[in-house]
């Protein structure tokens, strides 16, 4: 399906996340205002497009480490667009039975994978913004297609940094971690960009501020490693995405560049 079928909607003049995300990654479901916006990111972050990779093979990673600790349910929240190797490809090519929720707030995205889940009972996509996440946690069809009270994945891959908010943010992972129960894992993925000047932290925000986000921000492995309290971190730790239990080659991001970091935490 392409973006040039607009849902009902959508503006195509304003820039999304999603769609950005979609254009670092190559893909081609993005329109005119959010390839001009990502390219001005790129301006900022030279290496964006690698941070964007290293991303999804990070996603690669653990859905893969899950399925073999033998998680069935994985609730991916900001999915974003479809692309290769989806977290219900990896997870239901070690185990058939995996049933996944896609939850996000872009109309493309629902429109796009809905299109692409329709012959896959398995695999459904929701539209919710998880900054309500007591409401998104108590839609009928998230409930009715994952089964609360069994081991559960709930993914937060490279969408915390959109909530710039401190105390918004450990909001929403503590409401989700509650949901989870023994045997539940959190995996996240965040921005960790390092020192980066103000002129050129203006310019990333300005951008960011004609998409329907509320803010991006950076955050050091030490305050990402706070949304795993109470939860037993998985070797190795909150790290850069690259040393989580690597297996691609070569390493894409290099040392001293903006690079993101991850972590996966289990209930015990």
């Known amino acids: 399906m392409s973006v040039n079928k607009v849902p009902a909607g959508v503006d195509p003049s304003v820039p999304s ?4 995300y979609d254009y670092y990654l190559g893909g081609k479901d993005n329109f005119a205002s ?6 001005q990111i790129i301006g900022i972050l030279p290496n964006v497009r690698d941070i ?3 991303n999804r093979e990070y996603l690669i990673r ?3 480490y899950l399925a073999g600790q033998g998680v069935r349910q994985f609730l991916d929240i900001g999915a974003g667009l479809p692309t290769q190797r989806n977290v219900h490809q990896v997870a239901q090519e070690l185990a058939p039975e995996s049933r996944v929720v896609y939850v996000d707030n872009d109309p493309i995205v629902l429109t796009h994978a809905r299109a692409l889940l329709a ?3 398995r695999v459904i996509a929701v539209g919710a913004d998880m900054r309500d996440t007591e409401g998104l946690l108590a839609i009928p069809e998230i409930r009715e297609h994952l089964d609360f009270s069994r081991p559960m994945a709930i993914l937060m891959l490279g969408v915390l940094h959109f909530i710039p908010d401190d105390a918004e943010a450990m909001k929403i992972v503590t ?3 509650s949901a989870l129960g023994r045997g539940g894992h959190l995996v996240i993925s965040h921005g960790s960009v390092g020192d980066i000047d103000e002129d050129r932290s203006r310019e990333g925000q300005r951008v960011f501020s004609r998409t329907a986000i509320p803010g991006v921000t950076s955050r050091s492995p030490e305050q990402v490693r706070a949304f795993f309290e109470g939860l037993e971190l998985v070797d190795p730790g909150v790290v850069p995405l690259r040393d989580w239990r690597p297996e691609l080659e070569p390493v894409i991001v290099k040392e001293g560049e903006a690079g993101a970091v991850g972590g996966v935490g289990r209930v015990r």
């Open 17 to 20: 996340v999603a769609r950005i």
């Open 34 to 39: 959010d390839r001009e916006a990502a390219e």
């Open 52 to 54: 964007a990779r290293e």
């Open 62 to 64: 653990t859905v893969t």
């Open 119 to 121: 012959e896959n009972d």
């Open 175 to 177: 409401v989700l971690r």
